[in-house]
């Protein structure tokens, strides 16, 4: 019987994820100490947390620019550059989200110190996730990260549509994580491993376990589609998004989405690169369709964040088409680089609109409304033009992180025409859509600028700290995104 | 093939003939004084005649739900326990850890007051 | 020894009962009892492969264990989510709990 021994487990390479979930439990526990009227005191320790994580996340970087990859926990985990660009995301998401919190909850009447703690288990749920060299861990990470985000978008308990969303999510959550883990079963029987890599090996384009693999793969696609909200598997989103307190919605719609797409691409690219023309059409199929039901939907949406639910459902279909990209393994490293630009490009903006929204919402839920924006412009002049900066950001308009973004996937689509004609179809409707995305984002700058309104809003300092760091970072990614992408690309898996 | 389930035959054996023997035993030698009370289907105060689905407080549920929690818990000891003696310092490390856990949730609950049945 | 194929079957019956129970029942614990179902039923699967194609890792098995342990976490979780809608509504059918539009 072989043992694991110390170094096999390899603990620095996952210290950032072991300083958030230790820190978690201690907090579980302190936060019962911290009575009932101080619990912002949990918030900021919740943030001690997260900047030790970052701190160690900011040391790792160098340490594996040189390196290339390390694994841990006797290969079940992979640290690479890969993995460490979306923790930093799902940190500074993290960070948000606790900062976002911070005067929602007590206005609200809802402030507890479980959310900071719950907030921080997804966060490791995510971080777990872009590490995963083994389906079982895509499983084990998919529910930490799912299970406190069912309980968080039912926070705001006494409110009906609160917890209306959190039984939705749960529901069809659960629902779809059988899928992946049946999906996980078959390719398991398929090619009697659970191992990224052994997979990639046992699936050979001639084996005769394909049938069960494929059939495997599929189903895991059904699990990961409805996190990432594509297509099909998209009709959680927008109940879920209005319903759950905003900045739940904030952190859950770029966090979970990207921990979504983490785990698929290592699974796709890494265990399936012989069925690789498969998937990409599977793939690009989906990326068409979501774009196409994202951007039609979103037009007629009054509420701001049913809007945005559809806006992400959308964005998912451009991430999306880069994956499918992904499948030529010659410039799946430029592919892999576009989508980790583009989920950082879309966490900033997504998170500074959603800031506007819980600023412009009252304290009994309601004004989430796009009227409710109206007049604006007049009275909140910068935070006005930081909510155009996004919206032309989400759009797709010059000086903003979600041009390059859009440029970079569809760069990469092309460059992928050659191996599959279909992606040019996807091209062309990407284009369009990002067209007739314009229609109902700048819908929300004209009312915010032409429409009379009382236009009152919250903004304490935190939110004014978020709104100036997403909008500044939006701008830089827009302005000077070639180190960045740079970093992306470096990014791809070893 | 069969000689590892003797012991297992033996105890099956062993726990029909001893429970027909205490019934029989209990039959013939206790006294009997029937009422309507201890006639009833169940004896225990549940009436028999009433409505299917019963309202039941719920606490029993918040219970129900904790126990599930630890009860499934302890399958991953399961593993440990068989293997205890191979796995040696690092699995005691391992196995503490996880109880630990374990501990800050039951010390969370406990706090909450969710063992608390007033 | 009974061949592969039947475990499998039995599986595949298992999940598509369950997906039928979540698509048709209407009553949210039900729903959660189906789901709990389909993971049953991978569960098998796992197991069975695991004799089957690989005895000599523990992978299947242990993956078996977590499926359990997280089943239990999701359970404990919907239950006390429907629990409380129940507490606030009277109601725990999944069609009148529609105050947002699907």
New interface residues.
Partial sequence: ?Q??ILESINLMAVLPVLIIAGWA?VL??FD?LIPRSRKHWTAWLALVGLLGAAVALFFQIGHFARLGSEAAFDGMVTVDGFSIFLQVVFVLTAIVGVLLALDYLPRHGIERGEYYVLLLFTTIGMMIMSMAADL?VV??AL?LLS?PL??LS?FA??R??S??????Y??LG??A??FL??G???T??GT???RLTGIAQAVTSDALNLPLTTVGMGLLLVGLGFKVAAVPFH?WT??VY??APTPVTAFMSVGAKAGGFAALIRVLVTAFPAIASEWGTLIAVIAGLTMLLGNIVAISQSNIKRMLAYSSIAHAGYILLAVAAAQRSENASFAIGAVVFYLLAYALTNLGAFTVAIAVERDDGTGTEIDDFAGLGKTRPWMALAMALFMLSLTGMPISGGLVGKVFVFQAALQAVPGDPLLLAVVIIGVLTSVVSAFYYLKVIMVMYMREGEGKAVLPLALKTVLAATAFGTLVLGIIPGPVFQMAQRAMLK | MFEQYYPIAVLVLLATVLSIIVVFLSRIMGPRRPTPKKSAPYESGMSPIGPAVRRLPIKFYLVAVLFILFDIEVIFLLPYATLVRELGVYGLIATGIFVFILTIGLVYEWKKGALDWE | MIPLHWYLLVAAGMFALGIYGVLARRNAVAILMSIELMLNAVNINLVAFWRYMAPEALNGQMFAILVFAVAAAEAAVGLALIISIYRNRETVVAEDINLLKW
């Fill in positions: 019987m043992l694991p439990c579980l526990v019962l079982i499983f084990v529910e299970i069912y309980i039912g308990g006494m009906e549509t917890e209306e969303a959190a039984l939705k749960f529901l659960a629902f994580s059988s883990v049946y996980i079963a078959l398991y029987g009697g491993t659970t009709m927008p109940d209005q319903g």
